[in-house]
């Protein structure tokens, strides 16, 4: 959490949305890790005048860690959002249309829908169902064109990436009749603070994903996955804003991204 100061001279606090990023995180089956090594140390060349310098290289899949899926990530019965043909699409390696290059930098008023608060516990239950009626019931009050962040307490899991995965137990999250409501009020983008955003059963991996399709390709609406919204809930139900923007990463899937929440009041 962060303070700062706008131009007209109002305060805010500034709070990162974004998780920690190291080798040992988690990351989904389908997608690569993170990896992260200095490739120059400091005295492995030292210029004339005493200074030296150090450079680092990465490797991550666009999908790992805090990152937002574009449209082009999900197709169904090989189409993409639109009608777009998939096969078509995706010639020559990347994405022609419905890339994450092509998604705009977001600044949207933001919701959050704190499950744990609505049902009285610190997170939700591995697995755990989350219905159209329970997103009712947490934030009835969700508009057009906002950031609309599902909280399910699974951050807190993040050092521990087993039980983050939890592919045993299952995942919580908006079961495919809750995704659609979210897409019903016609979010400018939504997120959660799982691998996934959505409801995945006990042992089914990701072997279904409805949420995904109804909000990507039915609904024109990119996901962020895999959100820090710890800090955002201890702050209490007041308004805030969303600001992130993915890399313009020509064609890809997704991006890395750090997301803030920028909230008025110190």
């Known amino acids: 959490m962060n303070t700062g100061r706008l131009a007209d001279g109002r305060h805010v606090t500034v709070i990162d949305l974004a998780q920690p990023v190291h080798p040992g995180i988690p990351h989904s089956p389908n997608h690569p890790g993170y990896r992260h090594a200095l490739l120059r ?3 492995d060349a030292v210029r004339v005048d005493g200074t030296s310098g150090a450079s680092d290289i990465i490797t991550l899949g666009t999908h790992t860690a805090t990152h937002m899926d574009a449209l082009a990530h999900i197709s169904h019965d090989g189409l ?3 009608g777009a043909v998939a096969a078509d699409e995706q010639t020559g390696g990347v994405f ?5 290059d092509t998604i705009e930098p977001v600044v949207a008023p933001g919701f959050l829908i704190d499950l744990p608060r609505l049902f009285g516990v610190d997170r939700l239950k591995p697995g755990q169902r989350v219905t159209a009626a329970d997103l009712e019931a947490a934030a009835s009050d969700v508009t057009e064109g906002s950031a609309v962040l599902v909280r399910t307490g699974w951050a807190q899991l993040w050092e521990s990436p087993t039980d983050f995965l939890s592919h045993d137990s299952g995942v919580p999250g908006p079961d495919e009749g809750a995704c659609q ?5 016609q979010p400018h983008v939504v997120g959660s603070d799982t691998t996934a955003f959505e409801w995945i059963p006990a042992g089914e991996g990701h072997a279904r994903l409805p949420g995904h399709r109804v909000l990507l390709v039915e609904g024109g609406i990119p996901i962020m996955e895999m959100l820090d919204l710890e800090e955002l809930a ?3 139900p007041r308004a805030f804003t969303v600001v992130a923007a993915p890399l313009r990463l020509v064609g890809a899937t997704a991006s890395p991204l750090r997301p803030l929440a920028i909230v008025e009041g110190t």
């Open 96 to 100: 022609r249309h419905h890339g994450v």
């Open 181 to 185: 409501w979210l897409a019903a009020r």
């Open 41 to 43: 140390r400091h005295g």
């Open 80 to 82: 993409l959002h639109g």
């Open 234 to 236: 201890a702050t209490g």
